[in-house]
């Protein structure tokens, strides 16, 4: 979290490049990482979080517990959305 370009000005409770991100506590109305997810995963690849949020594992875990159905039918609904806007 040392290496996070905003570490010496930033007031998130939960580092996602904490190795100890579990044991933190985030109370309500308290700040959250701004650190772009492309730069937090690149800091944090060596951690086992891999530099995501709580809430971005969580959904990848969600995803990865989909059928291959599910995905494929998810993932041509979105490119029927995008070719209509």
């Given amino acids: ?3 996070c370009p905003r570490y010496n000005f930033c007031n998130a409770p939960i580092c996602p490049l904490d190795p100890d991100y579990k044991l933190r506590v985030k109370l309500k ?3 959250t ?9 690149r800091l944090g690849e060596a951690l086992p979080n891999k ?4 809430e ?7 995803w990865k517990n989909k059928t291959t ?3 494929e039918s998810f993932v041509r609904n979105g490119a029927k959305r995008l070719a209509k806007s």
């Avoid at 990482?33 to 995963?41: A, D, G, I, Q």
């Fill in 1 to 3: 979290m040392y290496r």
């Fill in 29 to 31: 109305g308290e700040d």
């Fill in 33 to 41: 990482c701004k650190m772009e997810k492309s730069v937090r995963v």
């Fill in 51 to 54: 530099g995501k949020k709580p």
């Fill in 56 to 62: 971005e594992l969580r959904a990848e875990k969600a």
């Fill in 69 to 71: 159905e599910f995905k």
